[in-house]
């Protein structure tokens, strides 16, 4: 954790010393000396200074400019195409919808500035001359891999409810825990959430689900994660009363999550596959049986997706892959075909890995892996290679084909070609003009 750790790129360090130059402060600061420190590569980078916005304006007066936030003290530099986020030091005022501050007031001392960010490892500001400037033990709490609130963290959550969600998630993108105060006042605080609109609860969680540590954050922190997604938190302690499952809805979930790549679409899937089995479950004298479980997910997948303002084409992707997680699919030619009618072949690919996950989450005894979920996506590969007909587009007979036989536009058209599709698909027709035209006519004429 030492200085010679940091490289800042030339666009950054060009920034400093313009400011310097023009007898201003300025640091690096914030999460890109977190990741420099933790060798990783920042996304960006974020400059703090004693400059008021309108100097900082008049520094950079030949570059492009944008006044991101100029407000509360925040400009947006672009050096060479590189953003760089300048902000002036400041004190926060007080906050009155548990998200941001009435007012700011500027002030000409980095340790102010400093000290009203939220988590000590986001604290940190550097300099190439004047090293790393840590007031709050944000280097300790890296190398301990804690996540520390600055100051009382309670005080810290009820100026921003947004902070016990990024708590959370940077425990689980850096695979980090949280001290024991901060822990407490997350669980705490967590109705603040409601307060939050639902996009930036989407964008901490999705983070939150691909971090390294999400299961076991997932299983902590339930309670949180069910202040906005109370669907899965039903699941807790939900004993399936099966012998094809050694665990309960949520740890069964938990443990095919530990199986998954880190890709948002898999992990939300993954996620979803069996939300619908607390409201689904009967028992007889053979067990627990959760009969119509995969329909009432793909409801309740619709609506927590809606609910968090996902757009509309990852909901129905989504709605796809839990409607499909639990049927049997086959590898046959024809089958596949099909499929790739209905998702991208990438989607397939996640179905694939959501259905090996869930099986390996089952009962040690049926987690043999059935043989399709290898041989699909070479089929894929196949169809795609041989770049066989999969629609109307690529069907070799169009709609003018048909009107030149005298087969009128309409619906009847529309019901022709899509037979024609089919039995092509189905290898019951070659892809070829002539022998499409002649089975065309043969329908018009019954």
């Known amino acids: 954790m030492e200085e010679r750790s940091i490289v800042l790129p030339r666009q950054v360090a060009l920034a400093l010393e313009r400011m310097e130059q023009h007898g201003f402060e300025a640091f690096a600061v914030g999460g890109c000396v977190r990741d420099s420190l933790l060798g990783r590569a920042p996304n ?39 953003p760089l986020e300048m902000t002036t030091y400041r004190n926060d005022g ?70 016990i969600l990024r708590a959370i998630r940077f425990a689980s993108v850096l ?29 901490e969680f999705c983070k939150l689900l691909c971090g390294r540590g999400a299961v076991p954050i997932l299983r902590e922190y339930i309670d949180v994660i069910g202040e906005f997604l109370p669907e899965l938190q039903r ?11 050694c665990y309960d809805v949520f740890e069964h979930t938990l ?42 997910g793909v409801e309740l997948t619709d609506q927590i997706l809606h609910r968090l303002k996902f757009d509309h084409a990852t909901v129905e992707r989504l709605k796809l892959q839990v ?42 005894f049926f987690r043999t892996l059935p043989p399709e979920l290898e041989q699909i996506p070479a089929v894929v590969h196949q169809i795609r290679a041989d770049d066989e007909c999969l629609s109307l587009k690529t069907l070799q007979i169009k709609g003018g084909d048909l009107m030149a036989i005298g087969i009128p536009a309409g619906k009847r058209m529309g019901e022709i070609l899509q037979v024609l599709l089919e039995d092509v698909m189905d290898e019951k027709l070659p892809n070829e003009k002539s022998a499409l035209l002649q089975a065309a006519q043969q329908m018009m004429n019954q």
């Open 175 to 203: 695979n980090f825990s949280l001290d024991s105060q901060t822990a407490a006042a997350v669980h705490t605080c967590r109705g603040l959430l409601s307060n939050i609109a639902a996009e930036r609860i989407r964008e």
């Open 255 to 296: 443990c095919a999550l530990s199986l998954c790549s880190p890709d948002l679409v898999t992990r939300l899937a993954v996620l979803l596959h069996d939300i619908g089995k607390p409201l689904c479950y009967t028992e007889d004298e053979n067990g627990g049986h959760f009969k119509g479980h995969v329909q009432v």
């Open 44 to 82: 960006d980078w974020d400059i703090t200074t004693n400059a008021r916005p309108q100097e900082i304006l008049q520094c950079f007066a030949d570059h492009r400019v944008i006044e991101t936030g100029i407000r509360h003290g925040t400009v947006t530099v672009l050096l060479d195409s590189m």
């Open 323 to 364: 409607e499909l997680h639990d049927l049997p699919i086959s590898a046959d030619k024809r089958a596949v075909k099909r499929l790739m009618r209905r998702m991208a072949d990438e989607d397939i690919l996640r179905l694939m890995e959501v259905k090996k996950c869930d099986r390996l989450a089952h009962a040690e």
């Open 94 to 163: 007080e906050y009155l919808d548990n998200r941001h501050p009435v007012q700011v007031t500027f002030s000409d001392r980095l340790e102010d500035d400093l000290s009203r960010r939220d988590f000590t490892v986001n604290a940190m500001a550097y300099h190439p001359q004047k090293g790393i400037v840590d007031l709050f033990g944000g280097r300790e709490d890296l190398a301990a891999g804690v996540i520390r609130c600055v100051g009382d963290a309670q005080t810290r959550f009820e100026e921003d409810g947004l902070r």
């Open 235 to 245: 699941a807790v302690g939900f004993d399936q009363n099966t012998k094809y499952h």
